[in-house]
């Protein structure tokens, strides 16, 4: 009898729990609200605009060849088997919803913007837990992927590219102010999908350039209790050796951070950036 793997089930936890978030976006907000949500779902909603066919059957069907697709660029079995998962729970919820009882037919409310902005956080959330699932949705979340993996271009975008078309489309069906609120949906949904898988723990890095590296690094140290690193950097205009104290903080820090340098050298030159995610001592952890 083979062990229980955590690991595998925490992914297929996490793809369920999506998958659903995903079918309640798609049935209390966007097709009530006429919003074409994106990609094969987006594509099913205008075609059942006209024929009354089974959304999530056709979800099910246009999936089937860019499954293919994701097998081949996302990592074969592994990527299948949830992947499957995933499609056939989307599919199956979200031609089950409406013989709930009590579930409104209807949608919950009929103001676009609410619709649009609900309808985007859900789904965006069901999108980001299949993502920490190690899986797809399908439709355009496989090309999505493929872009992301093999491109390096953030999910955002490449939700906003692989989906254009579709919201083409919904203008022409469903009229130019719902294509509109759709983009707006679209990219919502990507920044929530950003959000839940790096966290909103945004955390700021700091390059600080100074004469005195030592006193600013030792200052850090003792009143912020966090770690630094000395790079050693050259002046490309006047040649000069410098050292460049590099150091991670919170956001809450970064007030402080700025008066510990700016006391220690007044003349020192200091980068803020932003880092979506930090693992190591002090922060996260690092996971599978």
Do not use: C
Not at 8 to 21: Q, R
Not at 166 to 180: E, P, Q, R
Not at 233 to 241: A, R, V
Request: charged content about 15%; glycine content about 12%; cysteine-free.
């Amino acid at each position: 009898m083979s062990k229980f793997n955590f690991s595998t089930f925490k992914d297929f936890f996490f793809i369920f729990l999506g998958s659903t978030a995903q079918a309640i976006a798609l049935r209390l907000f966007f097709i009530p609200a006429d919003l074409a949500s994106g990609g094969v779902s987006g594509i099913a909603q205008l075609i059942n605009h006209f024929t009354d066919w089974q959304i999530g059957l056709m979800v099910f069907i246009g999936n089937l060849p860019l499954f293919v697709l994701g097998w081949k660029h996302l990592g074969g079995r592994k990527f299948a088997s949830r992947t499957i998962f995933a499609i056939v729970t989307f599919s199956l919820l979200t031609d089950l919803l409406p013989y709930i009882p009590y579930l409104p037919q209807d949608g919950l409310t009929q103001d676009m913007v609410l619709n649009s902005l609900y309808g985007a956080v859900i789904a965006g959330f069901g999108y980001g837990l299949v993502y920490k699932g190690q899986g797809t949705s399908g439709g355009s979340d496989i090309l999505a992927r493929i872009l992301n993996h093999q491109k390096g271009i953030p999910v955002t975008q490449s939700y906003l590219m692989t989906d254009a078309v579709v919201v083409l489309g919904a203008g022409f069906v469903f009229g130019w102010d719902k294509a509109l609120y759709a983009i707006i949906t679209l990219y919502v949904s990507g920044l929530v999908v950003d959000t839940t898988m790096d966290g909103s723990g945004t955390v700021r890095t700091a390059m600080i350039i100074t004469s005195q590296p030592k006193t600013v690094a030792n200052s850090i140290m003792e009143l912020l209790e966090r770690g630094v690193t000395t790079l050693q950097g050259t002046g490309e205009y006047t040649g000069e050796k410098r050292e460049v104290v590099y150091v991670v903080v919170t956001r809450s820090e970064v007030q402080m951070l700025k008066s510990i340098v700016h006391e220690t050298d007044p003349r020192a030159f200091m980068v803020v950036g932003a880092a979506h995610e930090v693992l190591g001592e002090g922060f996260a952890t690092f996971t599978k």
